[in-house]
């Protein structure tokens, strides 16, 4: 057998894999974005279990237009920037997976309008490939709206539970969230 180097589309899948098993997994991250961004009210809409749909809405703190492209870049973070910051780190999440793993193996858009900003930009990916961002209207704070979860992995949805069991898992998940964060 011959050695060979896999192609960036396929690391990225292979890699969504590990972050996002199911969607209840790309709701927990969404929703620690949102809280690490500062948000006071989070909404969370499922439809088919998550596969079909999944959108969190918030009213934090927004992605800045020039880090928006870099947001679904892998390993992009604004948590940390040396080794040495692990150990004083205070949020949720801070290894820059969580867009670029779920819009590999999604259509993703991304709607972001930070506090200063007289309007959003929209991001889309449509199974890892990036289209330019767009100015659009919208309030401030980050709309994540995933559709067609695993489209392009149907090994990954084969595994997935009826849309009800995975509807249930991300209720129990956004319930503990709420549970941890009562002001939110």
């Known amino acids: 057998m011959t050695l060979r180097l896999l192609d960036e589309r396929t690391i990225g ?29 989070i909404r969370v809409t499922v439809r088919g279990g998550g596969i079909e749909l999944l959108e ?26 040396a080794f040495e910051d692990l150990d004083h780190l205070v949020t949720l999440g801070f290894r820059g997976e969580a867009l670029p793993s779920i819009g590999a193996v999604s259509s993703l858009a991304i709607r972001s309008r930070p506090h200063d900003a007289s309007h959003a930009l929209l991001l889309r990916l449509e199974y890892g490939e990036v289209a330019p961002a767009v100015p659009v209207g919208a309030a401030e704070g980050t709309a994540v709206t995933v ?27 956004v319930a503990a969230y709420a549970a941890v964060y009562p002001n939110v």
């Open 13 to 41: 899948k292979i890699a969504a894999g590990e972050v996002v098993e199911r969607p209840v997994s790309a709701v927990k991250e969404l929703l620690e974005n949102a809280l690490d961004a500062g948000a006071t009210r």
């Open 147 to 173: 559709r067609d979860l695993f489209g392009n992995v149907p090994a990954r949805r084969k595994f997935l539970r009826q849309p009800g069991t995975e509807t249930g898992y991300i209720q129990r998940a």
């Open 56 to 81: 969190v809405v918030d009213n934090g703190c927004g992605i800045a237009a020039d880090d928006l492209p870099l947001a679904v870049q892998r390993h992009a973070t604004s948590k940390l920037a």
